[in-house]
């Protein structure tokens, strides 16, 4: 298997040069960081994933997890990753002092997960899903429910989960009917079914907590009667363990992330499931979407890691792989065959990888420094601003790693043609491993509805105001430089067109026409992630191009930050034109779709 | 007990060697540098004994200001102070004198490093501070147990293995199996910044060897995928082109 699946060096690029994340210890939240502590994480990560993760890939792809008398086997890797990534502390490294983390920036955190998931993404579920499902109990549950579960989680001997899907509600959360009944000792009695719960149950941890919506009795209709609660696989009584009555029904037999197994189960069925409320009664939803962000970044963030992880197996083998001549080849009979990374189109096809994987990570990190300025800003302005700026470049950052992060796969596995389709190398398994992140976390077409019906529209459009400053500021910066002026200008144009569009699309929504306003919501997703990844883009060249005028770097060095510029204009040139093709379809009232009868689609 | 554990800072073996200035100098500009993996064992094997003991656990290098990262790992992985020795460590015998001297002034128990660092592979340093300080030097070793004062070890030698006995003090040169890598845990990181780490600056600056030149070895070449059932061909290869048959 290739030996490298992500660039240290790149890393490195955007963390300190790109995103400057020492700034962010000037925050009285992080102020007990530095550079060096950051790279030391970084570092931690890079050992875990080297030394447990990377060598276990695709043997836990092989061996599946297994169901046997209600009881379900994994590959043993899981206890060791489960085991470093509790002893390093970095489970749930974000969290305050108080809840038991180190309060490292959401930042940095990326940068961790980029590399944890880019070496074994499927194996990242299990540490991830705990880091989510401790933050809702970290942010919402009382002091006692925190001392029981957090610790335990965070050691990573206790399995989080999240607990929302079921039969009859997927994308539509509020049509869940799990129900939970309060009890004389404050518990409540849960019953219900859920389906699709990642890491649900396993053998490489002592108790499962699964983070649940159900309905309380009597609770209103829809969202606002939803509520959320810790309902654990083993409950403690009188300092105890006693089985939960959460019964492991079945195990779903997926085409990719085998690694993780996703489970149905159900709770209640003897009546002696209990379950504690974590907050409010009837906030649940609330709760799940405040930290949805976090699990959505994180989602895109893994279509960017395996995005990584495929181009560098790829560009491995296009540097060794011999095959054909090359076009200018006068003496082709005579002449030995070139490398086929000699050849325009194979280049094509890795630059679009490495346009695609670190244009999708850079936008990752954006998001991440926005949560952390929202979260440790000094003044409520600021505060606002940068969450206001997560919240809209959310559903951006969960969708873009994640569909073209598909197609960036799907070029590198083109790269090494037939090879590329069988087991002989792991890019057959990335492409399955990968198509996941367009549909969990909620699939495309909710978060491009999300983008364009809530968050375009949110504080009457305050949040597309506050993007349209940042991308203008790295417009501006970029004239600044010869080289950069027509990208530059190329940006601002783009910037025009989304807003354009955005003029003829809103005034749908005011007068109630919603089918008109969203019906090609995911085509709104597509223009606005190539201009967004294009300002990203635009950003990584101006530091590069900045690092060549300024500090004289030579060798790999140098070719580091060309490689950079180039793969900039190479975005430009390939991928951002398409917006005309979007911005056509979008400001087109004839909308097909609308109009196609059930009975013309057979 | 005092341990002093003594590391390099080396370029990760993933890094890409290029040379710069009529290949005189290593590029560094685009190397990621880490602990030495061998000294990595050391300081391993030495938190486990400083814990095992309840002693101190002080680690040096001899190197420049880049250096500090890999210092500060160390702290993060559980040493209690470091000390840095402000100079290039381009030779050998230098950096023997430097650690003899700073080992003179603080006597202690076990002097570990690993067997030889991964840049230069000298392997050299270990036997002569133990000459310096006139103290029996050992290495590779594989294992190392402590029962009071006397170390028993488990010596890599030429065709086998040997089971030894020492009184402390001594100095060894350490390989794998003697510990499991350790990862530094976020407390530890978040630790190592507030432990002392002194820089002083080298003791006789004596240098005997210099690096006049530097060449890479020839690149490699592309790989050609024979079929496997074409045995043929693949010995034909490797009988006329690779010249190993
Ligand atoms: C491997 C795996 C792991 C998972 N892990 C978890 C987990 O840990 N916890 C958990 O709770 N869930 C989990 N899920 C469930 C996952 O979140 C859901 O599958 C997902 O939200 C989609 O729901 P659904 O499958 O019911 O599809 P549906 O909601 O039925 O959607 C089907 C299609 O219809 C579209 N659609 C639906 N509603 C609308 C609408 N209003 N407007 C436009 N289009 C719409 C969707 O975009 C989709 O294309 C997992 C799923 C999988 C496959």
């Known amino acids: 298997m290739a030996k490298q699946y992500y660039s240290p060096r790149n890393l490195k690029f955007l963390l300190h040069e790109v995103f400057n994340a020492k700034e962010l210890t000037n925050l009285h939240h992080y102020k007990d960081h530095d550079n060096a502590s950051f790279d030391m994480v970084i570092d931690a990560a890079r050992q875990i994933a080297d030394n447990i993760l990377h060598p276990a890939y695709i043997e836990m792809d092989t061996n599946e997890p297994q169901l046997k008398d209600n009881k379900i086997t994994v590959h043993p890797a899981v206890k060791a990753y489960l085991k470093a990534m509790g002893d390093a502390g970095m489970i749930g490294a974000t969290y305050s002092y108080a809840d038991g983390g180190q309060q490292l920036p959401n930042l940095v955190q990326v940068a961790v997960s980029y590399i944890l998931s880019a070496a074994n993404n499927g194996a990242t579920m299990y540490t991830g899903l705990s880091a989510g499902a401790g933050r809702l109990i970290a942010s919402f549950a009382t002091q006692e429910l925190k001392d029981k579960y957090l610790p335990k989680m965070l050691a990573g001997t206790w399995q989080g989960t999240m607990g929302l899907t079921e039969p009859h509600a997927g994308s539509s959360l509020s049509d869940i009917t799990s129900s939970a009944k309060l009890t004389e000792t404050g518990a409540y009695k849960i019953k219900g079914q859920k389906i699709f719960i990642s890491a649900g149950d396993h053998d490489c941890a002592e108790n499962i907590i699964h983070l649940t919506l159900a309905r309380i009795e009597g609770a209103p209709k829809g969202t606002k009667g939803i509520s959320l609660f810790i309902v654990p696989k083993f409950r403690e009584e009188n300092g105890k363990f006693v089985d939960n009555d959460v019964i492991t029904a079945g195990i779903y037999h997926k085409m990719g992330q085998k690694s993780t197994p996703a489970i149905h189960f159900i709770a209640g069925d003897k009546d002696n499931c209990e379950g504690w409320l974590v907050g409010e009664a009837n906030q649940g939803l609330k709760y799940m979407f405040q930290m949805m962000n976090e699990a959505r970044i994180g989602v895109g963030l893994m279509g960017a890691a395996i995005a990584s992880a495929a181009y560098y197996a790829s560009l491995e083998y296009a540097h060794e792989r011999p095959q054909g001549r090359s076009l200018m080849e006068k003496d082709a009979k005579n002449a030995p065959q070139t490398k086929i990374i000699n050849h325009p189109d194979v280049r094509r096809m890795l630059l679009l990888q490495k346009a695609i994987s670190e244009g999708g990570l850079g936008l990752t990190m954006e998001a991440a420094r926005y949560a952390d300025l929202s979260e440790a800003s000094a003044n409520q302005e600021d505060k606002e601003k940068y969450f206001l700026l997560l919240d809209l470049l959310t559903p951006i950052v969960k969708t873009f790693p994640a569909e073209h992060g598909i197609r960036s796969v799907s070029e590198g596995m083109q790269v090494l043609g037939g090879y590329g389709y069988c087991k002989d190398f792991p890019l057959e398994q990335m492409a399955r491993d990968i198509r996941i992140t367009t549909i969990y976390e909620g699939t495309t077409g909710i978060q491009s509805q999300d983008l364009l019906g809530r968050k375009i529209t949110m504080q009457n459009g305050k949040a597309v105001m506050l993007l349209a400053q940042e991308i203008m500021q790295t417009i501006q910066e970029a004239t600044a430089f010869d080289d950069l002026k027509k990208y530059s200008e190329t940006l601002q144009k783009e910037l025009g067109r989304l807003q354009q569009v955005i003029q003829h699309l809103v005034p749908f929504a005011m007068k109630g026409e919603y089918n008109l306003f969203l019906a090609d919501a995911n085509l709104f997703m597509e223009l606005a992630s190539l201009i967004v990844v294009s300002w990203q883009w635009l950003k990584q060249a101006i530091v590069a191009q900045k690092a060549i005028l300024s500090n004289n770097p030579q060798g790999d060095e140098l070719s580091f930050y060309e490689s950079k510029i180039h793969t900039m204009k190479f975005y430009f040139a390939y991928e951002l034109p398409k917006t005309k093709s979007y911005a056509t379809r979008l400001l087109d009232t004839d909308v097909l779709t609308l109009t196609t009868e059930k009975e013309l689609i057979f | ?245």
């Open chain 2, 1 to 245: 007990m005092k341990i002093l554990v003594c590391i390099t800072n080396v370029p990760d073996t993933t890094s890409k060697i290029e040379f710069i200035e009529g290949n005189t100098k290593l590029n560094t500009a685009s190397i990621q540098f880490i602990t030495g993996p061998y000294d990595d064992y050391a300081v391993s094997r030495a938190i486990e004994l400083k814990e095992q003991t309840g002693g101190t656990l002080t680690v040096l290098n001899v190197g420049t200001a880049e250096t500090e990262p890999t210092m500060r790992k160390a702290l993060a992985l559980g040493a209690d102070d470091a000390i840095r020795i402000n100079a290039e460590p381009t030779d050998a015998y230098f950096v023997a004198q430097q650690i003899a001297h700073i080992a003179k002034q603080n006597n202690y128990d076990l002097i570990l490093m690993g067997r030889e660092s991964i840049d230069f592979n000298g392997g050299q340093v270990h036997g002569m501070v133990g000459q310096m300080l006139n103290i029996p030097s050992l290495s590779p070793v594989m294992k190392l147990d402590l029962e009071g004062n006397t170390a028993k070890m488990l010596r890599e030698i030429e065709g086998g293995k040997e089971y030894l006995e020492a009184q402390l003090p001594l100095v060894l040169g350490c390989q794998e199996p003697i510990a499991e890598w350790k990862i530094p845990n976020m407390r530890g990181i978040m630790s190592a910044r507030s432990k002392p780490l002194l820089v002083v600056e080298p003791a006789s600056p004596e240098m005997l060897t210099a690096v006049s030149v530097f060449s890479l070895p020839p690149a490699k070449t592309g790989v050609k995928m024979i079929a496997a059932e074409d045995a043929a061909s693949l010995i034909a290869l490797l009988q006329n082109e690779a010249k190993v048959l």
